[in-house]
């Protein structure tokens, strides 16, 4: 019912900047919660941003101040804007939102992109 497509990874410079987009499609009423994770090789998962319903938005201490999350709710797509990439962020990066589909109003689903590369190397 809920597709999830990611795009905008790459090789990227130090220092240099990507956008990722998540684009939700199918039959949704709301998207309550939008979050970017990572995970590099030999580790696990971890959050980079998160971007609730209400506007407030939460990001690793290692991104801060780097990356900014927003969403489109026109496009329903939810971007990471990231900038001063260093050869740490890189990572395979996934979105996870949570949505109530017209289907069930009652509760919000767990949707996850299937990840997109972003290398940071000179």
């Known amino acids: 019912q809920v597709q999830l497509v990611e795009s905008g990874g790459g090789l990227v410079q130090p220092g240099g900047s990507l956008r990722l987009s998540c684009a939700a499609s199918?039959?949704?009423?709301?998207?309550?919660?939008m979050e970017w994770f990572r995970q590099a090789p030999g580790k696990e998962r971890e959050l980079v941003a998160g971007?609730?319903?209400?506007?407030?938005?939460n990001y690793a201490d290692s991104v801060k101040d780097r990356f900014i999350i927003s969403y489109d709710n026109a496009k329903k797509t939810v971007y990471l804007q990231m900038n001063s990439l260093k050869p740490e962020d890189t990572a395979v990066y996934y979105c996870?939102?949570?949505?109530?589909?017209?289907?069930?109003?009652?509760?919000?689903?767990?949707?996850w992109g299937k990840g997109t590369l972003v290398t940071v190397s000179s």
């Open positions: 996870h939102l949570q949505i109530t589909t017209y289907s069930d109003l009652r509760y919000a689903d767990d949707y």
């Open positions: 199918g039959s949704i009423f709301s998207i309550n919660v």
């Open positions: 971007l609730t319903y209400d506007g407030s938005t």
